[in-house]
């Protein structure tokens, strides 16, 4: 019974590179959270997908970051030309379709380091 | 705005005994769910307990319990019979529609 799944655990980039981060969300869940931590920080808000349609992404920096959650396959949060302040974990969580205030499951994360 | 403010940015805790973090909360909306949420060492993030905000009675699991006070939209959390595996940092969170929202997070250790 596999939880969410987020690949890499570690990614490590030099500026101005793209980092590419995975997420399966769990078996018959269908909504996926990204948040990001950054050091010494809690966990903050960055975009909420369902299949194919981007529901809230009132948390994603303007430029340079963006999400995907594709019919088949995982969903994706791209960040491209990364900078050292990208530099934290980026968690993905998900909720079955009736998700209305259901808790979210969350995966183990991804830790960005930016050279 | 929805904001969760956790006020004791680290505590400690003899295993056996009992510990409270604090948590409070602000939100205009009449139905919500409040959260503590582990992270640990290893930084997996962890469901402890989870209460509903339109019902009366506090929630239990195991050892851990909350204290919901709605009026004073306040959520703290108590562990009992603490120990060690416990050490961790401890998030309270508020889910407003389908947004979770932090607080700063405890660092909890308990000692032996």
């Known amino acids: 019974n596999a939880g969410v799944m987020q690949n890499p655990r570690h990614l490590v980039r030099r500026r101005g590179q793209e980092a590419r981060l995975r997420c399966s969300p769990m078996?018959?869940?269908?909504?996926v959270y990204w948040y990001r931590q950054l050091p010494e920080e809690g966990l903050k808000f960055m975009v909420y997908?369902?299949?194919?349609?981007?529901?809230?992404e009132s948390g994603m920096p303007k430029e340079r970051f963006s999400a995907e959650f594709p019919k088949e396959g995982p969903s994706i949060l791209r960040i491209q030309q990364v900078v050292r302040g990208d530099s934290a974990a980026y968690f993905c969580?998900?909720?079955?379709?009736?998700?209305?205030?259901?808790?979210?499951?969350f995966g183990d994360g991804t830790r960005l380091s930016i050279l | 705005a929805q904001t969760v403010t956790q006020s004791q940015p680290e505590m400690s805790v003899q295993e056996a005994e009992t510990v409270t973090l604090s948590c409070t909360y602000d939100?205009?909306?009449?139905?919500?769910?409040l959260f503590w949420y582990k992270q640990p060492p290893s930084r997996q993030m962890i469901l402890v307990i989870r209460?509903?905000?339109?019902?009366?009675q506090n929630a239990t699991e195991n050892r851990f319990s909350v204290n919901f006070q709605k009026a004073a939209k306040s959520f703290s959390l108590k562990i009992s019979d603490s120990q060690l595996g416990d050490t961790a940092m401890y998030f309270c969170a508020g889910l407003y529609g389908n947004k979770l929202v932090f607080g700063a997070g405890t660092i909890l250790r308990v000692k032996s």
């Open positions: 078996k018959g869940h269908s909504h």
């Open positions: 939100t205009s909306e009449s139905n919500y769910y």
């Open positions: 969580a998900s909720s079955p379709p009736d998700s209305s205030n259901q808790p979210q499951h």
């Open positions: 209460q509903e905000a339109y019902k009366q």
């Open positions: 997908l369902q299949k194919e349609n981007i529901i809230d």
